[in-house]
């Protein structure tokens, strides 16, 4: 069936410098994305969202890229933090209705 | 900054007991979530709910779970007779309008733990 996934499913970068986590996306009919962030023993938490007729949106440090053509979003951090060490999730949305289809997740850990 | 709140945060129950999994959101949010997360996979759907009515459910919401929105802030999952697999987190969430391109807020959770 038709799914979110992600291609890494741990990412080590030091502290300073840029992330990149990426996740794919089959299902063409999607057209709203968002990232979430997820701590150890919390919610997942809204960090980006992203809706199908944009390719890219800012928010603070966090830079979200779509890439209808191949199916392709990706969640930008820059100047990585300690505190952002965190499992991401994306998530799209088919407008069909109210549910969210989450991707299996990429573990962010940051080295000091 | 306002937010949904799950109590309990660790609920642990023997396979065949009834729990009840309490949320209170947002307060002027109108649309409200269960997902559920199954240790090391991924975040899943399990309803929707919107003016006192289910308004989607998926494959995992089977007659065994039933949720409610018994006053006007607090929403409910209710598990009538867990079964081993239901061990998971289990988050609630809501959001101020209908889910298409709109963002939802999810709660801390509730750890289920069926015995």
């Known amino acids: 069936g038709e799914s979110v996934g992600l291609h890494l499913p741990t990412l080590s970068v030091q502290e300073g410098d840029n992330s990149i986590i990426n996740c794919a996306y089959s299902?063409?009919?999607?057209?709203?994305f968002i990232w979430y962030k997820q701590e150890s023993g919390k919610g997942p938490q809204f960090i980006i969202d992203i809706r199908s007729n944009m390719d890219k949106r800012q928010g603070q440090r966090v830079t979200v890229l779509l890439n209808k053509t191949v199916k392709h979003l990706s969640l930008q951090i820059a100047a990585t933090q300690p505190g952002d060490s965190a499992v991401y999730f994306c998530a799209e949305n088919n407008n069909a209705g109210n549910m969210l289809t989450f991707g299996g997740g990429t573990r962010l850990m940051v080295k000091p | 900054e306002p937010e949904v709140t799950q109590t309990p945060s660790h609920q642990v129950t023997q396979m065949g007991q009834e729990v009840i999994l309490r949320c209170v959101p947002i307060s002027n949010h109108l649309y409200f979530y269960w997902y559920r997360q199954i240790l090391g996979q991924k975040v899943e759907f399990l309803v929707s709910f919107y003016n006192n009515e289910i308004s989607e459910k998926s494959e995992i919401f089977d007659d065994q779970f039933s949720v409610e929105r018994p006053d006007g802030s607090n929403f409910t999952l209710k598990i009538r007779s867990t079964k081993l697999e239901d061990s998971a987190m289990y988050f609630c969430a809501s959001s101020e309008d209908r889910g298409a391109n709109e963002k939802l807020f999810f709660g801390s959770g509730t750890q289920l733990s069926v015995l």
């Open positions: 299902n063409s009919a999607s057209d709203y």
